[in-house]
């Protein structure tokens, strides 16, 4: 009977135990109930007279101006589909498929977008095409009577979300053309087919998966849009609950339930989206192609007309994506005078906006000069970027290690029963978090984590003072539980079963099989996963927005604030400045993880020893020209 209870109470089973327990902890307290208290919210709003009415926001819903956010949102959406779609396949086919002088210029063009995104891309775009953008400023000398606001409002959002959303076209779509059989291509033009009937019957038939997928995310991204909204004008629905979120009842109508009703809206318009992609998937797509698949040859367009009008395309493509970039790496490294008047003064070099402080000297209405001491600070001197800076590089290392961890330790009970419920009922409580829109999440958060009466933890105030950076730090964290899952996952698929048995042959425990065994294969899918979520994270402003309090002002926060009183009595100076060097530097951390992940990380062991065979060489060849230089001297 000892020996049975023992067994029974093994550590095996208790560590087994007490992780469902943990696990049913998080799913209830930190992504189920927080939403339903969303849901709820909704149908117990009191009227007047302080009697609970199921029915008043439905009924303000129809009645207000309520339902224009909604269709704002939905037009947006339709209308970047088409845009998006047309402009992504387009830079795609440019460089991967015609013929194209310059490919690899433009490619690095159009991939600019990968490196810098959200509140650093909008600014980008306001610095050319603003009232008094450099642009603008171009256009209204050269006709006068145009309309210097232009750049604002539903126009200007879907301009700049068009060229923003086809990093995904960029990765995803790419891939998927160089994955085409030429063999197929060759075929349809020996049988007499132009370059376009072969395009249009062979080409992208093979690409309607990936097409499907790509519509339905960048639905999913204009329905949900943020930053372009905010900063250009524009009423959506994510705005809107944010603006409701900081509301109360003295200023207007049951706000919180008002922000709950349309998070609820969105989550609806994702989960429709969301399970028809699953739906289309499950069908299964295959395409016949010959036993020996051969590479992807360009092809050339033989109309000198088509020819021309393709490559004038591809070069006005690669001008508004490269303008952006190359202005504002430009004028970072000009004076604030400069910035603020977007004039470009090439004798005039600084890099004030980086590094150091300066004293501005400026004249008050009584006539007289006032110095005001480091109004002119650089970005990485200045106390407010700086501390948003490290803020976000807290936050976001620690949420995207944490999503890793979770998602690691996860997929490890997953394939251990794969042919169990339980583990199937693990990976859908993972995914979860990609059926309802970020803004969702995050506002459930702060209105259900914002009270002492929450059991779940502690009784703590999470949306209280320093609170608030755990709060980011849990929702940063449960929104990247998808993706990391579905990319993680992928890497398991690649650890040998036998290589498992043999360490449980030789008397190894799990834990330690899975320490030296299954980690090391898998190490660099988690490394750049938490790289990509790292990269995410750091310039993340929707769910910043959200949260915005004195405690919690990230880096997305500070660089969108940081001209709302330039110049104001002489303090803040140069906050143009120090934003053109924020977008810089962003630019420069984004490239390094995308290199470090899609460069360093993506090549095999056979490139690798091939790369440091020709380092080895180049050394020699260095150390015996010293050996010459050296005994000729002599």
């Known amino acids: 009977m000892t020996k049975s209870r023992s067994s029974a109470l093994s550590p095996a089973l208790l560590a087994k135990i007490f992780g469902v327990a943990f696990f049913a902890y998080l799913f209830l307290g930190f992504m189920l109930l927080p939403c339903l208290n969303t849901l709820a919210s909704i149908f117990t709003t009191q009227n007047a007279s302080g009697e609970v009415d199921p029915l008043a926001v439905i009924r303000f819903f129809f009645a207000g101006n309520m339902g224009s956010y909604v269709w704002n949102s939905l037009k947006l959406a339709v209308c970047l589909v088409i845009t998006v779609n047309i402009v992504g396949v387009s830079i795609v086919l440019l ?138 004008g524009y009423d959506s629905i994510n705005p809107e609950i944010v603006r409701l979120a900081g509301s109360s009842t003295a200023d207007e109508a049951f706000p919180q339930a008002r922000a709950a009703l349309l998070s609820v809206i969105l989550a609806l318009f994702t989960i429709v989206l969301l399970t028809v992609l699953s739906s289309y998937e499950r069908k299964g797509h295959y395409l016949s192609v010959s036993k020996t698949k051969a590479k992807l040859q360009k092809q050339k367009i033989d109309n000198p007309v088509w020819n021309l009008l393709a490559h ?137 984590f914002n009270s002492e009466d929450v059991w779940y933890v502690g009784g703590t105030n999470l949306y209280y003072a320093e609170h608030v950076r755990l709060l980011i730090i ?56 938490f790289a990509l979520n790292f990269n995410a994270l750091f310039t993340e402003y929707d769910m910043s927005a959200t949260f915005a309090s004195s405690y919690g002002t990230t880096y997305a926060m500070v660089i969108q604030s940081m001209c709302r009183e330039e110049g104001l009595y002489g303090y803040n100076v140069n906050a143009s400045g120090r934003r053109c060097a924020s977008t810089v530097f962003i630019m420069i951390v984004s490239g390094v993880i995308l290199y470090l992940v899609y460069g360093v990380g993506a090549r095999d062991l056979g490139e690798r020893l091939e790369i440091r065979d020709r380092r080895r060489k180049r050394l020699e060849k260095i150390k015996s020209f010293g050996k010459r230089t050296g005994e000729a001297h002599t």
């Open 95 to 232: 460089t991967e498929y015609f013929d194209i002088k310059g490919a690899k210029i433009l490619r690095l063009g159009y991939m600019t977008t990968l490196i810098y995104s959200g509140v650093a891309l909008v600014t980008g775009y306001l610095f050319l095409y603003d009232s008094n953008g450099i642009i603008t400023t171009l256009l209204v000398n050269a006709f006068p009577g145009m309309n210097p606001n232009w750049f604002s409002g539903f126009n200007a959002v879907l301009f700049t979300m068009t060229f923003a959303c086809t990093s995904n076209h960029a990765l995803f779509l790419r891939n998927a053309i160089r994955g085409i059989d030429y063999n197929t291509v060759e075929a349809a033009r020996n049988m007499g087919a132009r370059p376009f009937k072969v395009l249009w019957k062979v080409v992208f038939p093979t690409l309607v998966p990936t097409m499907f997928s790509l519509t339905v995310m960048t639905f999913i991204t204009g329905l949900c849009a943020m930053s372009a909204p905010t900063l250009l």
């Open 312 to 448: 004038i395309y591809a070069y006005i493509l690669f001008v508004i994506y490269m303008t952006p970039v190359v202005m504002i790496i430009i004028f970072s490294f000009q004076t604030y005078g400069a910035i603020r008047m977007k004039r470009l003064d090439l004798s005039n070099w600084t890099l004030i906006n980086f590094f150091g402080t300066q004293d501005y000297e400026y004249l008050t209405n009584r006539g007289t000069y006032k110095t005001r001491k480091g109004s002119i600070s650089g970005l990485f001197a200045n106390e407010a970027t700086l501390g948003g800076i490290k803020l976000s590089f807290i936050l976001s290392a620690i949420a995207a290690a944490l999503a890793c961890v979770i998602v690691v330790v996860a997929c490890n009970y997953i394939f251990k029963n794969r042919n169990k419920k339980s583990g199937t009922v693990l990976e859908y409580c993972l995914l979860f978090p990609w059926l309802l829109p970020t803004i969702l999440i995050c506002y459930s958060y702060r209105v259900y």
């Open 474 to 529: 849990l929702a940063y964290t449960v929104v990247k539980l998808p993706f990391s899952l579905r990319m993680i996952k992928a890497a398991f698929y690649a650890i040998d079963e036998e290589l498992e048995d043999a360490a449980r042959n030789l008397g190894s425990s799990p834990l330690v099989t899975f320490l030296k065994v299954k980690l090391p294969i898998i190490l660099p899918s988690v490394l750049a996963v």
